[in-house]
């Protein structure tokens, strides 16, 4: 599986960007479908840190409590993609955002640790 990030960029405070997760996927016996995907984010000297992740199975959603309310995460199977949508940007926003992508035999989606897949990161810079 192959992720590419991008929607990237320099926002205002209470601006929105939208960030996009293309995945290639050439593992054989499965497909985009069967992979759950999730956000994480590091901010400038801080530790990756979960933002959001969505299963595969029913598209059920979760979120960090920071996010919660201002970010959405949602996928299209037919296209390959995962999206964040993320209004009401602060400037605690502030990080590289990477996605990242899990088989199906996860124990925690909100830990890092159980992805297999990550994309390159994008740069998301909120000033006040």
């Known amino acids: 599986v192959q992720l590419q990030a991008s929607g990237g960029g320099s926002v205002q405070a209470g601006g929105s960007l939208r960030l996009t997760c293309s995945a290639s996927v050439r593992t054989s016996g499965r497909t985009f479908s069967s992979y759950a995907f999730g956000w994480f984010r590091q901010p400038p000297g801080k530790e990756r840190e979960f933002v959001a992740a969505i299963s595969w199975s029913d598209d059920s959603t979760y979120y960090s409590a920071s996010v919660k309310d201002r970010f959405s995460i949602s996928r299209d199977n037919g296209i390959n993609v995962v999206w964040l949508q993320m209004d009401k940007l602060k400037p605690e926003d502030t990080a590289t955002y990477y996605c990242?992508?899990?088989?199906?035999?996860?124990?925690?989606?909100?830990?890092?640790?159980?992805?297999?897949?990550w994309g390159q990161g994008t740069l998301v810079t909120v000033s006040s």
């Open positions: 990242a992508a899990t088989a199906p035999d996860y124990s925690s989606i909100r830990d890092s640790s159980e992805y297999d897949y």
